[in-house]
């Protein structure tokens, strides 16, 4: 059964950091694409970053400079480090593979 579990998230204060990590398992994890996609309150999912089998990265614009995507293909770990957080960045926080997601870990930026 194909698995992804995110952890790490929590409440921030506007201009600190988070590390988030998703635990993939029941698939050859080193031979998928992985993205991070969030979802804020009221919100439609927002797709945030992207990393290829070969370690090519793509952010979003509002994450751009703030935030690091990253793999451990021999862990099967997808990573995001998330810097410089801002209250607008307080969403659910998903990894996911085509037709799957996890069930998402909180990120709360607030003072």
């Known amino acids: 059964e194909v698995e992804l579990v995110e952890s790490g998230g929590g409440l921030v204060q506007p201009g600190g950091s988070l590390s988030l990590s998703c635990a993939a398992s029941?698939?050859?994890?080193?031979?998928?694409?992985m993205t991070w996609v969030r979802q804020a309150p009221g919100k439609g999912p927002e797709w945030i970053s992207h990393i290829t089998v070969g370690g090519i990265k793509r952010y979003a614009d509002s994450v751009k400079g703030r935030f690091t995507i990253s793999r451990d293909n021999a862990q099967n770990m997808l990573y995001l480090q998330m810097n410089s957080l801002k209250p607008e960045d307080t969403a659910v926080y998903y990894c996911a593979i085509p037709a799957k997601w996890g069930q998402g870990t909180q990120v709360t930026v607030s003072s």
């Open positions: 029941g698939f050859a994890f080193g031979t998928y694409d």
